[in-house]
């Protein structure tokens, strides 16, 4: 038997498909539950985050539905929704 917790993840998930945006530069089309990777620019936090981890990126989070439409649920101080276009826009290069 399902747990309610996965029985509503599952519901959220599946309309993902229903809440694309527009096509993106390079062709990634962003869906709601899509994880995202970014390096933010440097400082010494995010240079001890990606030494850490010996990895290139520095922050992360989860694009969901938000009232102006697809945002990134993502940890700074406090946890936040940010439209998805700043959050690109705030990493290092315009990337993620």
Known sequence: MLRPAVL?????????GDHAAAELPGGYEPRVGDIL??????TPLTTAIED?????YSHCGLVVLGRDGLCVLHAI????????????????GGGF
């Open 77 to 92: 101080q406090p946890v936040q929704e940010t439209p998805l276009a700043d959050w690109i826009a705030r990493g290092r």
């Open 52 to 56: 850490a981890t010996h990895s290139p």
């Open 8 to 16: 509503v993840l599952a519901a959220v998930l599946g309309l993902a």
């Open 37 to 42: 990777f970014q390096s933010w620019p440097h």
